[in-house]
């Protein structure tokens, strides 16, 4: 059975950093993707950052690029989104995703394995 578990939300300042990880356990994920969603109250889900597990290539939002970096180890299983200059708008539950590759990989529809998320603040 597949689990993702996020950690490392918080309560920051505008500016400050955050590194949230997500540990990925069930299968092997060598030819999946691995992404970040974000959820805001009152607001769809909406895609942050995606990183192929085999090759390490990234994508990435327009709203933080720049600004987030996604990576993976291998060894422990476990993404990575490092955030850097927050802002308040980036206030929302971020989530952890896991699907095959393709197409569409800012869309939701094809992840199929979701974790519970975690809450990030960002104060002004």
């Known amino acids: 059975q597949v689990q993702l578990v996020e950690s490392g939300g918080g309560l920051v300042q505008a500016g400050d950093s955050l590194r949230l990880s997500c540990a990925a356990s069930?299968?092997?994920?060598?030819?999946?993707?691995m992404g970040w969603f974000r959820q805001a109250p009152g607001k769809e889900r909406e895609f942050v950052a995606a990183i192929s597990w085999t090759y390490g290539g990234t994508y990435y939002a327009d709203s933080v690029k720049g600004r987030f970096t996604i990576s993976r180890d291998g060894a422990k299983n476990t993404v990575y989104l490092r955030m850097d200059s927050l802002k308040p708008e980036d206030t929302a539950v971020y989530y952890c995703a896991t699907r095959r590759a393709g197409m569409g990989l800012a869309s939701e529809v094809g992840y199929d394995y979701w974790g519970q998320g975690t809450q990030v603040t960002v104060s002004s």
């Open positions: 069930g299968r092997t994920f060598s030819g999946y993707f």
